[in-house]
């Protein structure tokens, strides 16, 4: 396939790792360009003229004056839940805060008991057209939680979910055991019932999960009230002996340490960030470890409240940003709305924010030298875009500008046909 006639190539090529500093301001923009395709891989990207020489019998893919940029990689989402939350937003509205609507039967555990009551053949039909939803805004890897199981059973239940959509979905699918999103309502009521549930999550849920191939990533919590760092710490070793690259929920709220804990542990990525001490932000720097900002969730939940990307992208570190597609802080598809927040809300540039949502996703999911960019030997993996210059995809806010994506040299979303 010779992808021709795009106004502009946004390649974002350069090394297979996250990219930091000075590197973040060029997302590689090309004019006149094309992109041979051969299979599941690129095989070259260059001037239009010299590759339509080169690849007479190709079969033409036209681009139609758009931008074409690698597809889009959202490295954070918990996309497996039951009924969606909107009444807690409302209730927010009228001023009732967090553990005002826990009380009232809402939040992550509103989302637990649904869940729990729902077969996979259920919970699969209600995923799987939020994924496509997700992938028409230009999506094509994305990250997929579980977590609002809490049990060994509904934990499994949900992951076996991800692996069929995986099967069945073209988009590519990264699969994270989230068991360790909340202690569960039937465990909070001492400290010995609190400590037996994070040891059958070590002990019992993770060898399970392990067994069956489930997961790449294991994922904690970590925050004041929820998951204590020692926990964190005891659970993401325990992952890691087990074979599971490393996340965190980390300093969303408050400054508890996070960060820092995801440095030490070489954790692939540290989530939230919006309360991140000036220590984590040094952590992170010095670290490999991506940062991966959710801007969205403190816009959704009225928090006046910004993770400090500016700090981070200064100092060094590599940051990401995704949608943390959720049904009780986050219900938003639309990865190119978030890019619309770096630039508006969190000042980051047009290039950093590309660059956050292709390469720096991709490391975050540890597939740096797989997807994000458009050069040879990466990935198929591309997004077209009704756009003529890369500015405006963060520019038309909330629109949706994605006209078809390709994961593996494969067609995927198409705006020609229906969503659902
Ligand atoms: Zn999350």
Redesign the pocket.
Known sequence: MLFVNATQVVTCAGPPRARVGAEMQDCGVLTKAAVAVNGERIESVGSRAALERAHEDATIIDCGGGVLTPGLVDS?T?AIFGRARYEEQERRAAGADYMEIARQGGGIHASVRDLRARDADELLALARPRLERLASYGTTTVEV?SGYGLSVEDELKILRVIRRLTEELTMRIVPTWLGAHEIPKEARATAATRASYVKMLREEMLPLVTNEHLAIFADVFCEPGVFTIEETRELLTAARVAGLKLKL?ADELAPSGGAELAAELLATSA??LAAISAGGIRALASSGTVATL?PGTMLFLGKGTRPPARALLDAGAAVALAT?F?PGTSPTPNLPFILTLGVSELHMSVAETVLAATVNGAAALGLANETGQLAPGFSADLALFEIEDIRELPYWYADRRCKRTWVRGKACHSSDLPIT
């Open positions: 954070h918990h939680k929920h989530d939230h959710l943390d959720n």
